[in-house]
């Protein structure tokens, strides 16, 4: 019986302890250093390494294209609109090579010839980072939300990340060097969120997938980086304004700490965010496992996602 309680008391420490030494590590330990070293090119004489990143033409995607091309990455840019790939293409510095993909991964998503087709293009590029970041997201009463928006949800959040990362693997896998793939997941990943049901089941999906497959590649040259943002300004929460009383965190803010645990020797494999964002989280999971507290996480969540429902425009 003593043994068993002690077992059951280490697990419940374990919950309370785990979630704070994560934050820990990102508030004070991960230091940044150059991101090209770390996934460098194959040859170090060759030309640059290329990264590869979907939903790139907005918000958090967006902010890590930029960022991509600033530390002297090739780019892949995959999205849906040409014409907004084409003008982000214009848009970043001449000194390095781009390549744009137009693909939905709405209509496309089930389609194995769309990966295919990806991973044919890239096939001869030195592929040192992948991301997968396209998402969607509709918030509201289930009962009121589209059915073509529930399909495009579950589709666009998921199977991109599986499909796409299967159809890359075997190209990443022959390098011989550091390799990245990211994964934007959420920190809705942690919790069922009322109101946005379909996405935070989406994410769970996201992050779950992420975090097995990171396991399956430990002590490969390949890191698998799960990416679980709170609240980012971008289209996705109607651009809401950062501040620490809402939980917001600007975009750039975001990515340049995202850059700095990627590049970072200490190894992080799940990411939550910036200090406040580590923290929020940190108590959330906290929170999640003390049953009784359960209800005031909800509440919270209740309260953001209402703001949401009743600032968007009705089906
Ligand atoms: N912002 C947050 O607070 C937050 C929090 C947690 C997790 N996340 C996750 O972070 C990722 C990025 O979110 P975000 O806030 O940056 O979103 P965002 O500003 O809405 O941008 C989403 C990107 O995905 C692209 N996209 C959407 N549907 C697509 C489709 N069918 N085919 C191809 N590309 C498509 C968009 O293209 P268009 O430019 O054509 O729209 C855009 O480039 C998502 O996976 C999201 O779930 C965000």
Redesign the pocket.
């Known amino acids: 019986m003593e043994t068993l309680l002690i077992v059951l008391g280490l697990y419940v420490l374990s919950s309370k302890i785990i979630p704070i030494w994560e934050a820990v590590k990102v508030i004070f330990l991960v230091r940044g250093g150059v991101l090209s070293k770390k996934y460098p090119a194959q040859n170090e004489k060759s030309a640059r390494p290329w990264a590869l990143i ?9 902010q890590i294209t930029h960022r991509l091309a600033k530390e002297g990455y090739n780019l892949v840019l ?4 040409i014409q ?1 790939l084409e003008q982000l293409r214009d848009e970043l510095s001449p000194d390095i090579e781009k390549k744009i993909i137009q ?5 496309q ?1 089930t389609d194995l010839h769309t990966y295919q087709r990806i991973a044919y293009e890239v096939s001869n590029l030195d592929l040192a980072i992948v991301i997968n ?5 509709y918030n509201g009463y289930y009962k009121d939300i589209l059915s073509a928006h529930i399909r ?1 949800q579950a589709l ?2 998921t199977y991109p990340y599986l499909l796409l990362t299967r159809a890359l693997l075997p190209q990443l896998l022959k390098r011989k060097v550091q390799t990245a793939i990211v994964n ?5 990943s942690f919790i069922p969120g009322p109101y946005s049901a379909q ?1 935070h089941c989406s ?1 769970a999906f ?1 992050r779950f997938f992420s975090e097995a497959l990171a396991s399956e590649l430990d002590g490969s040259h390949i890191q698998v980086t799960t ?11 109607s651009n809401m304004k950062p501040s620490w009383r809402n939980g917001v965190t600007s ?1 750039e803010e975001y990515v340049e700490k995202l850059f700095q645990v990627l590049s970072s020797g200490t190894r992080v494999k799940l990411f939550v965010g910036p200090t406040f964002h580590s923290m929020e989280t940190c108590v959330n999971k906290i929170l999640m496992n003390m049953v009784s507290w359960y209800r005031p996480t909800y509440v919270m969540i209740e309260k953001f996602r209402k703001g949401f429902i009743d600032s968007e425009p009705k089906n």
Not at 54 to 62: F, H, L, M, V
Not at 103 to 107: M, N, R, Y
């Open positions: 979907t939903g790139c033409t907005a918000g958090i995607g967006e995959v999205s849906r609109s907004k693909a939905d991964l709405c209509s998503a970041n396209a998402g969607v997201i495009e666009v959040n934007l997941a959420s920190s809705a996405y994410k996201d990416v679980c943002p709170m609240y980012v300004q971008t289209k996705m929460i975009s």
